[in-house]
């Protein structure tokens, strides 16, 4: 397996470019089913998520023809509707195709998606919104069987909690179905609000795009015909080089970036004492010398993101004093915790909340990557760790950061991909 080899010390200068969003990707690929002719994608982030999504489309009988950033998908000669555990297992977003393939197909099989490391992550709600568009849906050998053999029909819905795939499942699925769906308390994160813009550019109306609340008037089973889509930029990965200069206490510059969507992260990061330039799509951070703690709550968009906390805790670290940062939407999303306290941070669990006390100095050593924000929180430490740090496991930081050493290195980091004797 690889490992990330990171000798910390080195200021960062100068700039990168950031990647197309991998979780506006997903749900934009899945949606894709919808069509029966060929859809191009372009600014697609080159990670392992995408790539496995779209070995489970070609799967399906779908012609995909990828390279790094473009995919030109065609669905129109799909012939099987079985998302199979060897591929689901793999990454649980495949459940996205859920919504999309009984829409279009009425019917199909979709693997339970595994638990996964931050929590237990069920999808209740997105089969509880399809059963309240007439599908039949039944559990058996770990298989979601779903079908809807007089296709969906709209419906009112509304989601107990605020979901982004059980949103997106569910838009995708009133794409297609006979009159009208109402959602109530969906989600309105950026990548929610791109899928719903590519569905409207389909030809479908649909009110309340990056509201809490969506209407949608399906076609009655008829396809859609696409236009191309740009995915957005990554504000997860922006956020993450943010927090990059910050704790390494450099000036760098990001580019391809849509501020709106990082606006919490950068509030977050001027309470600590870091100043930001903003120009067209790009921005510039200045950060402090002497980093201010900082309190952070997890919620939904635009809130302070759940993607960005381990990054934070990272940062959080050497800052001077304790910060409080409390998780609300993952049951286990703190084991980047025991990891960084082996490279020398203070850090305490009470229940849902971390109590971060500022060290001065980190100290490298091997530790081991769990999920993937939590692998980028590794190497943010490892940066600014005295010495030379190993992070393995970092299988989990393909899945959804395009080139990070790459990156860093261009910013003067010394960052190095090895493999294990
Ligand atoms: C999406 O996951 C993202 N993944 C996650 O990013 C992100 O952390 C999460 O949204 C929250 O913003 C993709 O977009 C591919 P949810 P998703 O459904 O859709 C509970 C990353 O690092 N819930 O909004 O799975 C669930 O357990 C990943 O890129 C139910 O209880 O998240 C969680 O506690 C990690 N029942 C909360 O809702 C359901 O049916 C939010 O989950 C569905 C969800």
Known sequence: ????????????????????????????????????????????????????LLKLLSMLGSSVEHDNTVAHINNGCMRSTKAVYEIVSEMRASILVLGPLLARFGECEVSLPGGCAIGQRPIDLHLKALESMGAQI?????????????GLQGAKIIFDKIT?????NTVMAAALAHGVTTILNAAKEPEVVQLCEMIRDAGVKIEGIGTNELTIEGTGGKPLDFQTVAIIPDRIEAGT????GAITNSSITL?????????????????????????????????TEHLKPVDLITIE?????????????????LAQGESLIEERLFENRFMHVSELNRLGANIWLKGSTAAVKGVKELYGADVMATDLRASSALVLAALVAQGTTKVRRIYHLDRGYDDLEGKLSALGANISRKKEA
Do not use: W
Not at 23 to 31: C, D, T, V
Not at 241 to 244: G, T
């Open 164 to 168: 982004v795939g059980g949103t997106e």
């Open 301 to 317: 968009y635009p809130g302070f993101p759940t993607d960005m906390q381990a990054q934070f805790m990272a940062v959080a670290v």
């Open 255 to 287: 580019n391809n970036v849509n501020h709106g969507h990082i606006r919490a992260s950068i509030d977050k990061l001027e309470s600590m004492g870091c100043r930001f330039d903003l120009e067209d799509n790009s921005i510039t951070i200045h950060p």
């Open 1 to 52: 397996m690889d490992y990330l080899e990171i000798v910390g010390g080195q200021k960062l200068s100068g700039h990168i470019t950031i990647s197309g969003a991998k979780n506006a990707a997903l749900p934009i690929i899945a949606a894709t089913i919808l069509s029966d002719k060929e859809v191009t994608l372009t600014n697609l982030p080159n990670v392992v998520d995408i790539r496995t």
């Open 241 to 244: 080089y943010l927090c990059a």
């Open 138 to 150: 039944e559990i058996k050998g770990g298989y979601v069987h779903a079908i809807a053999p007089k």
